[in-house]
């Protein structure tokens, strides 16, 4: 058991020893799998370290959100997986805490401080994507609770997940984001079927889930029927909160190999020129971000919500992320052909292409480009909103 009083040092020496242990048997380039990612949620979970600043009385330690801010930025530092549950740590656990009934806290909150039940997301829909407010799924009130039907998609880790948390509407006469309710249902329930959807890098991440007459049990809905809205965007603060931190990171990693790339690319000077350039402009654009990063860390960390900074560094750090990505796949060369499931001696080109690919779905998942920018302009800048969204 690692030390409170001492909790960061004695941290770091416990992720050095244990990514040694897990890069003996995952490679860094198979951070991304799911082998990877179970097997480094389960020695988080079995060395305490995912309720950090859960109340003792759930098995928390009750550190401060400034600590586990300094957490997760050791644990990108250091290179390390994101853990298979994150959904469930970022998300779901901090909005349990916020909103769940007393019922719900020990139902629930063990299986994701152990490691013995993973969730998944179900808020997108088919012809609605990233607009929430036509949730089309809808769940009707019988005597012994709830009756679900309708469909979710691109829902990560569906085919893995034990629960689900998900968008609903309980009211059949709403409009809108009116009428709906951030329900838990069970995946292994009858009725529930997943379909996984393969992606452009080969692997199926994604999914495609259908809710058949699904019977969920009262006391699976989070807050009062009808509050779903308010919930979830209350559950998208903790995601681009304290949970951003890692990826700002992988970004500045990720753009110092990009330099090193350019050093090593044989280009003619007017070429490396170009290139250099493009450089710049990216560490410019990467060094406002980590700016803006510091600034919501610093709002969480007093107690507030990142409110539309967020919306603005989801925008910011994935079309940079992206553009860094297509800059790596230009230096390859003639590499850039192999594809993302190259083994050896192509391991490195593989995992360019990989990332790069990986790096389109960035502005679409959590939130399209166009819905941020619909955020940024209605409630920053004041714009008239869109009619054709309702972000």
């Given at each position: 058991?690692?030390?409170?009083e001492?909790?960061?040092?004695?941290a770091?020496?416990?992720l050095?020893?244990a990514?040694?242990?897990l890069?003996?048997e995952?490679?860094?380039?198979?951070?991304?799998?799911p082998?990877?990612?179970?097997t480094?949620?389960?020695?988080?979970?079995?060395?305490g370290?995912?309720?950090?600043?859960?109340?003792?009385e759930?098995?928390?330690?009750?550190l401060?959100?400034?600590?586990?801010i300094a957490?997760?930025?050791?644990?990108?530092?250091?290179r390390?997986?994101?853990?298979?549950n994150s959904i469930?740590?970022?998300?779901l656990?901090?909005?349990?805490?916020?909103?769940g009934?007393?019922?719900?806290?020990a139902?629930?909150?063990?299986?994701?401080?152990?490691?013995?039940?993973?969730w998944?997301?179900?808020?997108?829909e088919?012809?609605?994507?990233?607009?929430l407010?036509?949730?089309?799924?809808r769940?009707?009130p019988?005597?012994a609770?709830?009756?679900v039907d309708?469909r979710k998609?691109?829902?990560?880790q569906a085919?893995l997940?034990?629960w689900?948390?998900a968008l609903?509407?309980t009211d059949p006469?709403?409009r809108a984001h009116r009428?709906l309710?951030?329900?838990?249902i069970?995946m292994?329930?009858?009725?529930?079927?997943?379909?996984?959807?393969?992606?452009?890098?080969?692997?199926?991440?994604?999914?495609?889930?259908?809710?058949e007459?699904v019977?969920?049990?009262e006391?699976r809905?989070l807050?009062?029927p009808g509050?779903?809205?308010?919930?979830?965007?209350a559950?998208?603060e903790?995601?681009?909160?304290?949970y951003f931190m890692?990826?700002?990171?992988?970004?500045e990693?990720?753009?110092?190999e990009?330099e090193?790339?350019?050093?090593r690319?044989?280009?003619?000077p007017a070429e490396?020129?170009v290139h250099?350039?493009?450089?710049q402009?990216l560490?410019d654009?990467?060094q406002v971000?980590?700016?803006?990063v510091?600034?919501v860390?610093r709002q969480?960390?007093?107690g507030?919500?990142?409110?539309?900074?967020?919306?603005?560094?989801k925008?910011?750090?994935?079309e940079?992320?992206?553009?860094v990505?297509?800059q790596?796949?230009e230096?390859?060369?003639?590499?850039?052909?192999?594809?993302?499931?190259?083994?050896?001696?192509?391991?490195?080109a593989?995992?360019?292409?990989?990332?790069f690919l990986?790096?389109?779905a960035?502005?679409i998942?959590?939130?399209?480009?166009?819905?941020?920018?619909?955020?940024v302009?209605?409630r920053?800048?004041?714009?008239?909103?869109?009619?054709?969204q309702?972000?």
């Open positions: 058991m690692i030390r409170t001492h909790f960061l040092e004695d770091e020496a416990w050095r020893t990514l040694a242990q890069r003996a995952h490679p860094d380039t198979a951070s991304h799998t082998e990877c990612r179970q480094w949620n389960r020695m988080l979970c079995e060395a370290l995912v309720a950090l600043t859960w109340p003792r759930y098995g928390g330690r009750e401060p959100t400034a600590t586990l957490f997760h930025e050791l644990c990108a530092r250091l390390a997986p994101q853990p298979i469930a740590h970022a998300i656990a901090p909005t349990l805490l916020r909103f009934t007393a019922e719900q806290k139902l629930f909150l063990p299986g994701i401080r152990d490691g013995s039940e993973i998944c997301q179900g808020y997108s088919p012809q609605t994507g990233s607009d407010s036509s949730v089309r799924t769940a009707r019988e005597a609770g709830w009756r309708g998609i691109w829902t990560t085919h997940a034990t689900c948390f609903v509407r006469a709403s009428g309710s951030f329900m838990l069970d292994r329930a009858e009725g529930v079927r997943v379909e996984p959807i393969r992606q452009m890098t080969g692997e199926a991440d994604y999914n495609e889930v259908l809710f007459a019977a969920v049990p006391g809905i807050g009062e509050e779903g809205w308010r919930i979830a965007m559950a998208a903790y995601e681009r909160g304290i890692p990826r700002v990171v992988q970004l990693d990720e753009l110092d990009l090193a790339a350019l050093a690319a044989p280009l003619a490396r020129a250099a350039r493009r450089v402009d560490a654009a990467c971000i980590r700016w803006r510091d600034r860390l969480v960390a007093a507030d919500t990142p409110g539309i900074d967020g919306a603005m560094l925008l910011m750090w994935s940079t992320r992206q553009q990505w297509e790596r796949v230096l390859l060369g003639e590499a850039a052909v192999l594809g993302p499931q190259a083994g050896a001696p192509y391991a490195g593989a995992s360019v292409q990989r990332e990986w790096s389109r960035e502005t998942v959590a939130g399209t480009s166009e819905i941020q920018r619909n955020i302009g209605e920053l800048l004041g714009l008239p909103k869109d009619r054709g309702h972000a």
